[in-house]
């Protein structure tokens, strides 16, 4: 069974880092686009970063950039989420997703929500003094 598994959100103090992990089990991520996501109450869920399958490439959005950095280990089979200069905008439950990639040549990761086909259950970020 595929399986997503976010964890190390919490609270933090703006200008603070976090970072997330993303733990896959039933499939190998290395063959994977892998995004992250947030969403705040009544607003749609948004593409933060992804990084395709074979690490060539990755996507930001404009609100990260320079911030946010993302990583994968194959090894422990995990996708990090490095998060630096946290603001209070930034508090949102985040979500990863992954996406089957082989064959991707030369495609970017994709940040829109429909292109991804197996989804974590999110853990809080919460950016407050």
């Known amino acids: 069974q595929v399986q997503l598994v976010e964890s190390g959100g919490g609270l933090v103090q703006p200008g603070g880092s976090l970072r997330l992990s993303c733990a896959a089990s039933?499939?190998?991520?290395?063959?994977?686009?892998i995004g992250w996501f947030r969403q705040v109450p009544g607003k749609e869920r948004e593409g933060v970063i992804c990084i395709s399958s074979s690490d060539v490439s990755t996507s930001y959005a404009d609100s990260v950039k320079g911030r946010f950095t993302i990583s994968r280990d194959n090894a422990k089979n995990t996708v990090y989420l490095q998060m630096n200069s946290l603001k209070p905008e930034d508090t949102a439950v985040y979500y990863c997703?992954?996406?089957?990639?082989?064959?991707?040549?030369?495609?970017?990761?994709?940040?829109?929500?429909?292109?991804?086909?197996?989804w974590g259950q999110g853990t809080q970020v919460t950016v407050s003094s």
């Open positions: 039933g499939f190998t991520l290395n063959y994977y686009a």
């Open positions: 997703a992954a996406v089957l990639a082989r064959g991707w040549i030369g495609r970017r990761c994709p940040l829109t929500t429909y292109e991804y086909t197996s």
